[in-house]
């Protein structure tokens, strides 16, 4: 099982910066996606952003300019650059990844997340 631990989350201004880190261990296959999602409270979890293993990314609209998703394919992380900050971005935001064991089986293995909170 492959274990995910997000770090990084805060208080920020509006128009601050913040970056968060996940960092998956644990017995696998391989990690093809990593992700970054986001649930604000009464609101549906949504996409943030993600990298496949060979680097191509994908961002929401909401975020497309203002956040960057990389990650180390050696190390097994993944971080999320959030700059221009706003209250919207407000959410707890969950480390995403999609393994495949050595068996072949496939699942999508979440992080406890972590608070962001946007706000003067």
């Excluded at 994908?58 to 180390?72: E, H, M, P, Q």
């Excluded at 706003?86 to 064991?101: F, L, R, S």
Aim: aromatic letters at 8%.
């Amino acid at each position: 099982q492959v274990h995910l631990v997000e770090s990084g989350g805060g208080l920020v201004q509006p128009g601050g910066s913040l970056r968060l880190s996940c960092a998956a261990s644990g017995i696998a296959f391989s990690i093809k996606t990593l992700g970054w999602y986001r649930q604000a409270p009464g609101k549906e979890r949504e996409l943030v952003a993600t990298i496949t293993s060979g680097g191509i990314t994908n961002y929401a609209d909401s975020v497309k300019g203002r956040f960057t998703i990389s990650r180390d394919n050696a190390k097994n992380t993944v971080d999320l650059q959030m700059n221009s900050l706003k209250p919207e971005d407000t959410a707890v935001y969950y480390c995403n990844a999609d393994v495949v064991t050595i068996g072949g089986s496939r699942y999508a293995s979440w992080g406890q997340g972590t608070q962001v909170t946007v706000s003067s």
